[in-house]
């Protein structure tokens, strides 16, 4: 998520699009009530600009969310650093008890096991706000001569 074309990106548009669905999906949170997108609001600059942040049970954290915008261009990922990369950082708050719940990174992938293609992000198990103002914003009509 973010403005940024990685490698992976420019050579799959399907991970881009695969991400765009998952950031939305509250499947990801062991009780389907927190996506990404909770508490990195596309609305509010990819963060919930809380002082922490909830997560499932009404939980609060000990962090606020960073912004996720541009992520992709990180070099230390989390406050303290823990996470070696980008993929790494978005699994931790799925498996993390307080943030998303789900006990393994395997039941978290059982729970949204069987999606609808990733070509669209509406449907049942995704939060109902826009996906992103910025970048899904329709393209200007084309000004042919």
């Not at 990404?36 to 049970?57: K, L, N, W, Y």
């Not at 931790?92 to 999606?115: F, Q, R, T, Y």
């Amino acid at each position: 998520m973010g403005c940024v074309d990685s490698d992976r990106q420019r050579d799959d548009p399907s991970a881009d699009r695969l991400g765009r669905k998952l950031y939305f999906d509250v499947r990801l949170s062991a009780d389907s009530t927190v996506s990404c997108a909770t508490c990195h609001d596309t609305m509010r600059g990819f963060t919930d600009q809380r002082p922490v942040s909830e997560g499932i049970g009404d939980q609060l954290g000990r962090r606020h969310a960073p912004t996720t915008l541009n992520a992709a261009l990180l070099t230390t990922l989390f406050l303290d650093g823990r996470a070696a990369d980008l993929e790494e950082q978005a699994r931790l708050p799925i498996i993390n008890p307080i943030e998303m719940g789900h006990p393994s990174k395997d039941a978290a992938v059982a729970a949204i096991s069987g999606m609808p293609s990733t070509t669209g992000c509406s449907g049942p198990h995704t939060a109902a706000r826009p996906i992103s103002p910025i970048s899904d914003a329709p393209s200007p009509p084309s000004s042919a001569p």
